[in-house]
């Protein structure tokens, strides 16, 4: 399994790959646009997790992983905050963050709308 944290911009998306081990496998940018997403995904198996930030334009993102049978977490914003309020937040601390958390099992995610179900 790999744990997939992207940290989306209007132009861009810059990425992190941890192993299950929580070694760093790759990091990079692509452009955000729809190719280019599709061309990523392709690195990727079956049972990959992928977390992202729930910004204002993450759900197009997140609808194309989907799509593709991968499971997505949304990142708490007020989370992130604290990060950046601490100065000490760049790119590679927010996704790299999110990432060891998801890892370490204490992922604070956020309501994903439209998507959450009551029993």
């Not at 990959?48 to 499971?71: H, N, Q, R, W």
């Amino acid at each position: 399994m790999n744990y997939v944290g992207l940290d989306i911009h209007t132009e861009n998306i810059v990425y992190t790959v941890l192993s299950e081990e929580g070694n760093v496998k790759m990091r990079g940018k692509i452009l955000n646009n729809s190719d280019e997403l599709i061309e990523f995904l392709r690195n990727f198996e079956d049972g990959d997790l992928f977390v992202m930030e729930s910004t204002g334009f993450y759900e197009p993102i997140y609808d194309a992983i989907e799509s593709k049978g991968f499971k997505v977490k949304l990142a708490n914003p007020l989370k992130v905050k604290l990060i950046a309020e601490s100065g000490i937040k760049n790119d590679k601390i927010d996704y790299d963050g999110n990432l060891f958390t998801l890892k370490g099992k204490h992922f604070l995610r956020c309501h994903e709308k439209g998507r959450i179900q009551y029993k």
